[in-house]
Protein backbone atom coordinates (compact mmCIF):
# COMPACT_ATOMS: atom_id res chain seq x y z
CA UNK A 1 0.00 0.00 0.00
CA UNK A 2 3.09 2.45 1.01
CA UNK A 3 4.41 1.68 -2.49
CA UNK A 4 1.21 2.39 -4.61
CA UNK A 5 0.79 5.21 -2.71
CA UNK A 6 3.96 6.60 -3.43
CA UNK A 7 3.56 6.18 -7.18
CA UNK A 8 -0.03 7.96 -7.02
CA UNK A 9 1.37 11.10 -5.68
CA UNK A 10 4.13 11.14 -7.75
CA UNK A 11 1.56 10.38 -10.57
CA UNK A 12 -1.15 13.11 -9.52
CA UNK A 13 1.71 16.06 -9.29
CA UNK A 14 2.69 15.50 -13.02
CA UNK A 15 -0.94 15.12 -13.91
CA UNK A 16 -1.66 18.60 -12.65
CA UNK A 17 1.39 19.91 -14.76
CA UNK A 18 -0.29 18.19 -17.57
CA UNK A 19 -3.43 19.03 -17.37
CA UNK A 20 -2.47 22.47 -17.08
CA UNK A 21 -0.57 22.65 -20.08
CA UNK A 22 -3.56 20.76 -21.91
CA UNK A 23 -5.45 23.81 -20.94
CA UNK A 24 -3.48 26.46 -22.00
CA UNK A 25 -2.70 24.59 -25.53
CA UNK A 26 -6.90 24.66 -25.93
CA UNK A 27 -6.97 28.09 -25.24
CA UNK A 28 -3.77 28.99 -27.66
CA UNK A 29 -5.88 27.21 -30.11
CA UNK A 30 -8.92 28.51 -29.86
CA UNK A 31 -6.96 32.23 -30.20
CA UNK A 32 -5.15 31.14 -32.93
CA UNK A 33 -9.08 30.59 -35.09
CA UNK A 34 -9.75 33.99 -33.71
CA UNK A 35 -6.49 35.21 -35.09
CA UNK A 36 -7.05 33.62 -38.19
CA UNK A 37 -10.44 34.93 -38.77
CA UNK A 38 -9.16 38.40 -37.89
CA UNK A 39 -5.77 38.17 -39.68
CA UNK A 40 -4.26 39.49 -36.33
CA UNK A 41 -2.13 36.85 -34.68
CA UNK A 42 -1.84 39.23 -31.43
CA UNK A 43 -5.03 37.76 -30.19
CA UNK A 44 -3.81 34.63 -29.64
CA UNK A 45 -1.16 36.32 -27.63
CA UNK A 46 -3.68 37.35 -25.11
CA UNK A 47 -5.41 34.25 -25.18
CA UNK A 48 -2.32 32.37 -23.78
CA UNK A 49 -1.31 35.52 -21.48
CA UNK A 50 -5.47 35.19 -20.32
CA UNK A 51 -5.27 31.36 -19.86
CA UNK A 52 -1.88 31.72 -18.13
CA UNK A 53 -3.32 33.71 -15.70
CA UNK A 54 -6.54 31.90 -14.96
CA UNK A 55 -4.43 28.76 -14.58
CA UNK A 56 -2.50 30.59 -11.66
CA UNK A 57 -5.55 32.44 -10.28
CA UNK A 58 -7.86 28.32 -10.31
CA UNK A 59 -4.64 26.98 -8.55
CA UNK A 60 -4.71 29.06 -5.63
CA UNK A 61 -8.63 29.72 -5.41
CA UNK A 62 -10.27 26.93 -6.72
CA UNK A 63 -10.89 25.52 -3.59
CA UNK A 64 -12.47 28.50 -2.47
CA UNK A 65 -14.92 28.58 -5.40
CA UNK A 66 -15.84 24.74 -4.76
CA UNK A 67 -16.34 25.54 -1.16
CA UNK A 68 -18.87 28.04 -2.12
CA UNK A 69 -20.28 26.42 -4.78
CA UNK A 70 -21.44 23.92 -2.35
CA UNK A 71 -22.70 25.79 -0.34
CA UNK A 72 -20.22 24.90 2.60
CA UNK A 73 -19.55 27.00 5.64
CA UNK A 74 -16.65 26.05 7.86
CA UNK A 75 -17.51 25.08 11.30
CA UNK A 76 -15.56 24.33 14.11
CA UNK A 77 -15.57 22.01 17.27
CA UNK A 78 -18.41 23.51 19.14
CA UNK A 79 -20.38 23.57 16.51
CA UNK A 80 -19.87 20.44 14.92
CA UNK A 81 -18.02 18.40 17.87
CA UNK A 82 -18.64 14.96 16.00
CA UNK A 83 -17.21 15.78 12.59
CA UNK A 84 -14.29 18.05 13.75
CA UNK A 85 -13.41 15.37 16.47
CA UNK A 86 -13.47 12.39 14.03
CA UNK A 87 -11.61 14.70 11.42
CA UNK A 88 -8.74 15.32 14.29
CA UNK A 89 -7.98 12.11 15.37
CA UNK A 90 -7.17 10.88 12.13
CA UNK A 91 -5.15 13.36 10.83
CA UNK A 92 -3.29 13.15 13.98
CA UNK A 93 -2.60 9.47 13.35
CA UNK A 94 -2.09 10.17 9.85
CA UNK A 95 0.29 12.80 10.35
CA UNK A 96 -1.39 15.00 8.88
CA UNK A 97 -2.09 19.05 9.00
CA UNK A 98 -5.18 19.50 10.20
CA UNK A 99 -7.10 20.61 7.11
CA UNK A 100 -10.29 23.55 7.39
CA UNK A 101 -13.55 21.33 8.28
CA UNK A 102 -16.74 22.72 6.56
CA UNK A 103 -20.42 21.40 7.03
CA UNK A 104 -22.87 22.02 4.23
CA UNK A 105 -26.55 21.90 5.12
CA UNK A 106 -28.31 19.43 2.25
CA UNK A 107 -29.84 16.24 3.17
CA UNK A 108 -28.54 13.92 0.54
CA UNK A 109 -25.35 12.19 2.15
CA UNK A 110 -21.99 13.50 1.05
CA UNK A 111 -18.37 14.53 1.52
CA UNK A 112 -15.56 16.21 -0.41
CA UNK A 113 -12.10 17.15 0.07
CA UNK A 114 -10.35 20.02 -1.95
CA UNK A 115 -7.04 22.39 -2.06
CA UNK A 116 -3.75 22.39 -3.51
CA UNK A 117 -2.10 19.94 -1.16
CA UNK A 118 -2.22 18.95 2.56
CA UNK A 119 -1.29 22.14 3.80
CA UNK A 120 -4.30 23.69 2.38
CA UNK A 121 -6.28 21.21 2.66
CA UNK A 122 -10.44 21.37 3.34
CA UNK A 123 -12.69 18.56 3.88
CA UNK A 124 -16.93 19.22 4.01
CA UNK A 125 -19.56 17.03 5.08
CA UNK A 126 -23.25 17.45 4.55
CA UNK A 127 -25.75 17.21 7.46
CA UNK A 128 -27.29 14.38 5.92
CA UNK A 129 -24.11 12.26 5.96
CA UNK A 130 -23.82 13.04 9.74
CA UNK A 131 -27.43 11.70 10.39
CA UNK A 132 -26.93 8.59 8.37
CA UNK A 133 -23.57 7.27 9.24
CA UNK A 134 -22.62 6.09 12.75
CA UNK A 135 -19.81 6.87 14.19
CA UNK A 136 -17.33 3.95 12.39
CA UNK A 137 -18.93 5.00 9.05
CA UNK A 138 -18.33 8.59 9.99
CA UNK A 139 -14.72 8.12 10.62
CA UNK A 140 -14.34 5.98 7.29
CA UNK A 141 -15.47 8.27 4.94
CA UNK A 142 -13.34 11.16 6.61
CA UNK A 143 -10.62 8.73 6.72
CA UNK A 144 -11.70 8.28 2.46
CA UNK A 145 -11.44 12.25 2.13
CA UNK A 146 -7.96 12.92 3.79
CA UNK A 147 -6.88 10.09 2.09
CA UNK A 148 -7.72 12.08 -0.94
CA UNK A 149 -4.93 15.10 0.73
CA UNK A 150 -2.51 12.94 1.66
CA UNK A 151 -1.98 11.36 -2.19
CA UNK A 152 -2.78 14.92 -3.80
CA UNK A 153 -6.07 13.50 -5.72
CA UNK A 154 -7.45 17.01 -4.42
CA UNK A 155 -5.03 19.12 -6.60
CA UNK A 156 -5.76 17.32 -9.16
CA UNK A 157 -9.89 17.46 -8.57
CA UNK A 158 -8.98 21.24 -7.93
CA UNK A 159 -7.56 21.61 -11.50
CA UNK A 160 -10.20 19.65 -13.39
CA UNK A 161 -12.86 21.96 -11.40
CA UNK A 162 -11.62 25.06 -12.79
CA UNK A 163 -11.17 23.48 -16.23
CA UNK A 164 -14.51 22.07 -16.60
CA UNK A 165 -16.38 25.49 -15.55
CA UNK A 166 -13.91 27.23 -17.95
CA UNK A 167 -15.17 25.07 -20.87
CA UNK A 168 -18.94 26.03 -19.58
CA UNK A 169 -17.89 29.22 -20.03
CA UNK A 170 -16.05 29.20 -23.31
CA UNK A 171 -19.36 27.50 -24.78
CA UNK A 172 -21.83 30.13 -23.61
CA UNK A 173 -19.63 32.92 -24.88
CA UNK A 174 -19.73 31.16 -28.39
CA UNK A 175 -23.02 30.76 -28.09
CA UNK A 176 -23.66 34.64 -27.16
CA UNK A 177 -21.64 35.62 -30.15
CA UNK A 178 -23.36 33.86 -31.93
CA UNK A 179 -26.72 35.27 -30.64
CA UNK A 180 -25.28 39.17 -31.13
CA UNK A 181 -24.37 38.35 -34.44
CA UNK A 182 -27.87 37.32 -35.37
CA UNK A 183 -29.26 40.76 -34.01
CA UNK A 184 -26.78 42.74 -36.08
CA UNK A 185 -28.22 40.62 -38.83
CA UNK A 186 -24.39 39.64 -39.37
CA UNK A 187 -25.86 36.03 -40.67
CA UNK A 188 -23.72 35.99 -43.53
CA UNK A 189 -20.45 36.48 -41.14
CA UNK A 190 -18.31 33.29 -40.44
CA UNK A 191 -16.94 34.58 -37.29
CA UNK A 192 -19.57 33.45 -34.90
CA UNK A 193 -20.65 30.96 -36.58
CA UNK A 194 -17.50 29.69 -36.74
CA UNK A 195 -16.29 29.95 -32.90
CA UNK A 196 -19.67 28.41 -32.05
CA UNK A 197 -19.70 25.57 -34.18
CA UNK A 198 -15.83 24.95 -33.24
CA UNK A 199 -16.96 25.38 -29.08
CA UNK A 200 -19.90 23.27 -29.93
CA UNK A 201 -17.38 20.33 -31.12
CA UNK A 202 -14.33 20.85 -29.03
CA UNK A 203 -16.21 21.64 -25.66
CA UNK A 204 -17.88 18.16 -25.00
CA UNK A 205 -14.94 16.23 -26.56
CA UNK A 206 -12.70 18.52 -24.15
CA UNK A 207 -15.06 17.85 -21.19
CA UNK A 208 -15.09 13.93 -21.78
CA UNK A 209 -11.80 13.58 -21.78
CA UNK A 210 -11.57 16.11 -18.35
CA UNK A 211 -13.24 13.63 -17.00
CA UNK A 212 -11.79 10.79 -17.77
CA UNK A 213 -8.39 11.75 -16.66
CA UNK A 214 -10.34 11.74 -13.37
CA UNK A 215 -9.89 7.90 -12.67
CA UNK A 216 -11.93 5.76 -11.10
CA UNK A 217 -8.84 3.81 -9.65
CA UNK A 218 -8.77 6.93 -7.24
CA UNK A 219 -11.96 5.97 -5.99
CA UNK A 220 -10.64 2.84 -5.46
CA UNK A 221 -7.27 2.95 -3.55
CA UNK A 222 -9.25 5.68 -1.44
CA UNK A 223 -11.28 3.18 -0.33
CA UNK A 224 -8.40 0.80 0.38
CA UNK A 225 -6.77 3.45 1.86
CA UNK A 226 -9.80 4.74 4.46
CA UNK A 227 -9.63 0.88 5.50
CA UNK A 228 -6.13 0.92 6.15
CA UNK A 229 -5.88 4.37 7.62
CA UNK A 230 -8.79 3.05 10.38
CA UNK A 231 -7.77 -0.30 10.57
CA UNK A 232 -11.26 -1.41 9.72
CA UNK A 233 -12.26 -2.82 6.15
CA UNK A 234 -15.40 -3.14 7.50
CA UNK A 235 -16.68 0.20 8.43
CA UNK A 236 -15.34 1.41 4.98
CA UNK A 237 -17.77 -1.17 3.35
CA UNK A 238 -20.92 -0.42 5.65
CA UNK A 239 -20.38 3.56 4.91
CA UNK A 240 -20.97 2.43 1.57
CA UNK A 241 -23.39 0.34 1.27
CA UNK A 242 -25.19 3.51 3.27
CA UNK A 243 -24.67 5.71 0.50
CA UNK A 244 -25.54 3.61 -1.71
CA UNK A 245 -29.11 2.81 0.16
CA UNK A 246 -29.86 6.72 0.64
CA UNK A 247 -27.78 8.44 -2.11
CA UNK A 248 -29.77 11.41 -3.86
CA UNK A 249 -29.03 14.44 -5.40
CA UNK A 250 -27.33 17.57 -4.12
CA UNK A 251 -29.34 20.80 -3.89
CA UNK A 252 -26.60 22.74 -5.03
CA UNK A 253 -25.13 20.63 -7.98
CA UNK A 254 -22.14 21.32 -9.91
CA UNK A 255 -20.95 19.09 -12.71
CA UNK A 256 -17.48 20.66 -12.79
CA UNK A 257 -17.24 19.41 -8.94
CA UNK A 258 -18.62 16.44 -9.28
CA UNK A 259 -15.37 14.27 -9.24
CA UNK A 260 -14.33 15.65 -5.80
CA UNK A 261 -17.42 14.01 -3.67
CA UNK A 262 -17.46 10.25 -2.23
CA UNK A 263 -20.49 9.98 -3.96
CA UNK A 264 -22.21 10.76 -7.58
CA UNK A 265 -24.22 14.72 -6.28
CA UNK A 266 -25.44 14.95 -9.48
CA UNK A 267 -29.06 13.47 -10.62
CA UNK A 268 -29.22 10.19 -12.10
CA UNK A 269 -29.21 10.09 -16.33
CA UNK A 270 -27.94 7.77 -18.90
CA UNK A 271 -25.42 9.79 -19.62
CA UNK A 272 -24.29 10.87 -15.88
CA UNK A 273 -23.65 7.11 -15.47
CA UNK A 274 -21.84 6.58 -18.87
CA UNK A 275 -19.31 9.62 -17.84
CA UNK A 276 -19.20 9.51 -14.13
CA UNK A 277 -16.16 9.78 -12.27
CA UNK A 278 -17.32 7.10 -9.77
CA UNK A 279 -17.01 3.38 -10.21
CA UNK A 280 -20.39 1.75 -9.00
CA UNK A 281 -20.72 1.79 -5.23
CA UNK A 282 -20.98 -2.15 -5.59
CA UNK A 283 -17.63 -2.26 -7.63
CA UNK A 284 -16.10 -0.38 -5.06
CA UNK A 285 -17.58 -2.69 -2.30
CA UNK A 286 -16.62 -5.80 -3.79
CA UNK A 287 -12.93 -4.79 -4.27
CA UNK A 288 -12.83 -3.85 -1.00
CA UNK A 289 -14.51 -7.42 0.06
CA UNK A 290 -11.96 -9.29 -1.88
CA UNK A 291 -8.74 -7.39 -0.46
CA UNK A 292 -9.54 -8.61 3.38
Same mark, same amino acid.
Given at each position: !??????K?????K???I?? !???????????????S?L????????????????Y????????D?I??????A????????????????K????A????P??????D??????A????P???????????????????????????????????I?????????????????????R????????????????A??? *??????????????????????E??A????????????? !??????? *???????????N????? !?????? *????????L????????????? *????K
Amino acid at each position: !MAVSMRKQIAQNKRNTILI !MVAFIAFIALIGWLFSWLNNDYTIIIWFVVISAGYALFQYFLADKIAIASAGARETDAKESPRLYKTVKKLTEDAKLPMPRVYIIEDAAPNAFATGRDPEHACVAATTGLLDVMDDRELRAVMAHELSHVKNYDIRVSMIIFGLVSLVGFIADFGLRVLFYSDRDEESNSPIGALFV *LVTLILSPIVATLVQMGVSRQREYLADASSADMTGDPDS !MIDALRA *LDEHVRPMHQQNVAAEA !MYIANP *LRKSILSRLFSTHPPIESRIER *LENSK
